[in-house]
Each structure stands twice: as structure tokens, then as C-alpha cells.
């Protein structure tokens, strides 16, 4: 069980601006962890798109940005595309375990 | 580019064992710590392990400790990861990643992993 919980789905019209959160519900995805996000495109491997909170790799627009606050984090894509349907997953640290994923969350653009 | 090349996937049946293999090349391998993650069909992600640098240092979930086991040749650029005991439940695409400051930055294409009588 996901010590990060993500809403199941959420969705939005092209153009329109998303959120997508991740709470973590372990006292040990402390407020000094970072949270990092990634897109899985289907049927294809995950890419990351967040790092360290708010960093984007190269090559990923703009539009993804990302925050944490606490234990809290969120992603938010502005300007929503077709494109960007999509699994996106939140992941952090915890004690003893090195990758922390969050349950997903299925964007879809109406 | 950094690629990252899965290979090993197949059916086996329950409690038997199954050694994956990733290839690198596009990076130096011998500087990164190295990841593999897998996912059942149809649901999320799961870290399973890591290995440092020099290979002496392995972390796991703790649902594999004791039947995986996660290693590196950084003179062929290959990570692997040896499952012994495999479960129905483990039925899963198998990525390898390399790892950042826990985070993953690159991703192999995955390899699938069949348990099934």
C-alpha cells in the first residue's frame, strides 16, 4: 500500500490547467524529502518529469510544473494538450526503502 | 543518449527463477547508481531495488529480500537482477532505471515477467 496517495483520475479540457496531487501518509516522507513526478504515455516506459519538487529535465515543456509544501506535493500542467493523457505517479523517500511511488493518477483530456 | 536495454523476461512457473539483464551505454555506468522497478498489469509502479556504484551496497522491498538479488558488471555496463522463488503476484513488466539523487532519470523499455503454471 502507497504511503503516497494520488486521486485515481482526473481530467480537463484541452487548454485548461491541471492538479494533481500526492499526500504523503508516512511520517517519514519527511518535509525535506523531494518529490519527484513522472508520465507514463501508454504502453510505453515512464519518463520523468519532475525532479527535486519543482525541476524539469530537459525537453519537457513548460507548461509541467511542480510544488511540495510539508508532505504535500502537486503537479500542475497549464495549457492542457492531447497529447498530455497519460499515468502520472508521484515518488519520494522513505526510511529503509529507496523508491516510494504514489498509486497513479490517469489524466484525461476531455 | 542514455539507453537502457532490458532482456530476460519470459514465463516461468511458480517458485521458479529468473535472471534479468539491462545493458547501458550512452553514460558512464560505473558512476550511477542503478534501479529496478517493476509493474503488475494494468497497475502501478513499484520500486524493487537498488545497487550502488561499486555494487556493494543493495537496497530491496522488502517483499523480495531474501529471493532477488540485484548486481552490476560495470566493466560489461549491465545491471541484473537474479529472482529465485517467484510468485504469481510477481507478474509484472520489469524496468531497470539509472538512479539520480533518488529519483530515476532514464528508463529502459521493460521486460515481462510471466509467472504461470
Known amino acids: 500500500q502507497s504511503v503516497l496517495t494520488q486521486p485515481p483520475s482526473v481530467s480537463g479540457a484541452p487548454g485548461q490547467r491541471v492538479t494533481i496531487s500526492c499526500t504523503g501518509s508516512?511520517?517519514?516522507?519527511?518535509?525535506?524529502?523531494?518529490v519527484h513526478w513522472y508520465q507514463q504515455l501508454p504502453g510505453t516506459a515512464p519518463r520523468l518529469l519532475i525532479f527535486?519538487?519543482?525541476n524539469r529535465p530537459s525537453g519537457v515543456p513548460e507548461r509541467f510544473s511542480g510544488s511540495k509544501s510539508g508532505t504535500s506535493a502537486s503537479l500542475v500542467i497549464t495549457g492542457l494538450q492531447p497529447e498530455d493523457e497519460a499515468d502520472y505517479y508521484c515518488?519520494?523517500?522513505?526510511?529503509?526503502?529507496?523508491?516510494?511511488f504514489g498509486g497513479g493518477t490517469k489524466l484525461t483530456v476531455l | 543518449e542514455v539507453q537502457l536495454v532490458e532482456s530476460g523476461g519470459g514465463l516461468v512457473q511458480p517458485g521458479g527463477s529468473l535472471r534479468l539483464s539491462c545493458a547501458a551505454s550512452?553514460?558512464?555506468?560505473?558512476?550511477?547508481?542503478m534501479t529496478w522497478v517493476r509493474q503488475a498489469p494494468g497497475k502501478g509502479l513499484e520500486w524493487v531495488a537498488n545497487?550502488?556504484?561499486?555494487?556493494?551496497?543493495?537496497i530491496y522491498v522488502d517483499s523480495v529480500k531474501g529471493r532477488f538479488t540485484i548486481s552490476r558488471d560495470n566493466a560489461r555496463n549491465s545491471l541484473y537482477l537474479q529472482m529465485n522463488s517467484l510468485r504469481a503476484e510477481e507478474t509484472a513488466t520489469y524496468y531497470c532505471?539509472?538512479?539520480?539523487?533518488?529519483?530515476?532519470?532514464?528508463w529502459g523499455q521493460g521486460t515481462l515477467v510471466t509467472v504461470s503454471s
Open positions: 532505471a539509472r538512479a539520480g539523487h533518488y529519483y530515476f532519470d532514464s
Open positions: 550512452g553514460f558512464n555506468f560505473s558512476n550511477y547508481w
Open positions: 545497487i550502488n556504484t561499486d555494487g556493494r551496497s543493495k
Open positions: 508516512s511520517p517519514s516522507i519527511a518535509s525535506y524529502n523531494h
Open positions: 527535486a519538487n519543482n
Open positions: 515518488q519520494s523517500y522513505d526510511r529503509g526503502v529507496s523508491g516510494v
